[in-house]
Nanobody
Framework: QVQLVESGGGSVQAGGSLKLSCAASGITFRNAYMGWFRQAPGKEREGVAAISTGGGNTNYADSVKGRFTISRDNAANTVYLQMNSLKPEDTHMYYC??????????????????WGQGTQVTVSS
């Protein structure tokens, strides 16, 4: 059974930082493209960042470039999202997702087969 468990969310003031973690089990993690997505109530889920199996390729939404960094530790079956210079508009539920080894559109949710339950990030002004 595949499980993706996010942690690290919380409340922070604008300009602050948070680091999200996603621990994976039930999959061959080193063969999985991993992504972070976010969703606000009543809005579509949007891709935030994605990382290839070996970590050599990363993709970011324009809204987070230069502020967020995705990384992975294949030995620990964990993917991370370091979020700096947080803004109130970053307030969302953040989800971790896993896909196959190669995907066409890393920031498109349709590419991903497995999803975590999410962790809430709230940024106050």
């Amino acid at each position: 059974q595949v499980q993706l468990v996010e942690s690290g969310g919380g409340s922070v003031q604008a300009g602050g930082s948070l680091k999200l973690s996603c621990a994976a089990s039930g999959i061959t993690f080193r063969n999985a493209y991993m992504g972070w997505f976010r969703q606000a109530p009543g809005k579509e889920r949007e891709g935030v960042a994605a990382i290839s199996t070996g970590g050599g390729n990363t993709n970011y939404a324009d809204s987070v470039k230069g502020r967020f960094t995705i990384s992975r530790d294949n030995a620990a079956n964990t993917v991370y999202l370091q979020m700096n210079s947080l803004k109130p508009e970053d307030t969302h539920m953040y989800y971790c997702a896993a896909a196959g080894a190669w995907i066409r559109a890393p920031l498109e949710s349709r590419e991903y087969s497995y999803w975590g339950q999410g962790t809430q990030v709230t940024v106050s002004s």
